[in-house]
């Protein structure tokens, strides 16, 4: 189902409105975790091509709530090469419910240095499809959503990295990463430096709009934020704030959003607008280390106010279309 709202979206001191229809993602908002969700059996990834072109990504969100966004504004950067990887991952089938949300594991073993030539693994894997699934593997949270007729996510237990596929599922979400429920929802510098390594591979097509990248939210106050590293399509700059951050250019914006019905992943008892940031790259990459944590201290910078962190995901959103991801690297850090 679509939503609209008025995003005000604060670029240092430019400040502006538009009117715009935001994708609903409907999944629990308790910062105490979410409950099991059933899952059916399925298939492996649908391959192609690398696609190029789509729309613009108009917002996105996070399995743990709903989400909205703007539309991004200002410059653009054109794509680098696709990274090399495997093919779609092989595996099980599982036929039961997802793994129960909780409290999740914070760090992990030591990231910051990625092999852009890492494989996909071919065996081992498990596969999850439905509208709404989640739980935990080697220590990190998975899941995808859509509002459409479903897609995939493969994890491993073993190895940090993971695959989804969509086929027409309209607004379409899946992630691994790291999840801070109840007590573990604490201020970002807590936990040390944040670090996401990352490999992915696209094929096929991801419709209106397309973000990879890192993504999450933060509570008390409510932040949604996004890192976008790449794209199906163009890559958009927004804002006229820029940091340099990782020995790359990001733009950066704030914007002041709301949806129908308030729909969101604050926590709880949350009412009203809440904020949507953005770090976008000048130039997309499909492999690399991002130290999130810089992310946050740029906006911090800006005077930007930020909340209890709450999760910490290498994310893949897209619009539509017939398509598939593979992370061969999928890991995220914190040093504390």
């Not at 670029?11 to 099991?36: E, N």
């Amino acid at each position: 189902m679509s939503q609209r709202g008025t995003t005000r979206f604060r670029s240092h001191s430019h400040v502006f409105t538009r009117s715009h229809c935001l994708a609903l993602l409907c999944v629990c908002a308790s910062a105490s975790g979410c409950g099991s969700s059933s899952s059916q059996t399925s298939t492996g990834e649908s391959g192609g091509a690398n696609a190029s072109g789509g729309a613009d990504a108009t917002g996105g969100g996070e399995l743990g709530g709903s989400s909205t966004g703007g539309a991004g504004v200002g410059g653009a950067a054109t794509g680098g090469d696709t990274a090399s990887g495997g093919a779609a991952t092989g595996g099980g089938t599982n036929s039961g419910g997802a793994a129960t949300g909780g409290d999740t594991a914070t760090g992990g073993a030591a990231g910051g240095s990625v092999d852009c030539s890492t494989p996909m693994p071919t065996t081992g894997g498990e596969t999850f499809t439905g509208a709404s699934v989640w739980g935990t593997a080697n220590g990190l949270s998975y899941g995808i959503w859509t509002n459409g007729d479903g897609g995939t996510i493969t994890i491993f237990p073993d190895v940090r990295a993971f695959s989804a596929s969509w086929d027409n599922s309209l607004n379409f979400l899946a992630h691994l990463g790291l999840d801070f429920r109840g007590a573990n929802a604490k201020p970002y510098a807590e936990h040390g430096t944040i670090i996401a390594d990352f490999v992915e591979e696209k094929h096929g097509d991801a419709g209106s709009f397309s973000m990879i990248g890192i993504y999450g939210w933060m509570h008390d106050p409510c932040i949604e934020w996004y890192i976008n590293e790449d794209s199906f399509g163009r890559l958009w700059g927004s804002g006229d704030v820029t940091a340099t951050i990782d020995g790359a250019t990001y733009f950066m914006s704030s914007a002041e959003t709301t949806g129908t019905d308030g729909a969101n992943a604050c926590e709880s008892g949350h009412t009203g607008p809440w904020t949507q940031i953005r770090s976008t790259r000048q130039t997309a990459r499909q492999c690399g280390t991002v130290t999130v944590s810089d992310h946050f201290k740029a906006w911090e910078a800006q005077g930007w106010t930020l909340g209890n962190l709450t999760s910490v995901h290498i994310n893949v959103e897209v619009g539509g279309g017939v398509g598939s991801i593979d992370f061969p690297v999928a890991n995220v850090t914190t040093s504390n």
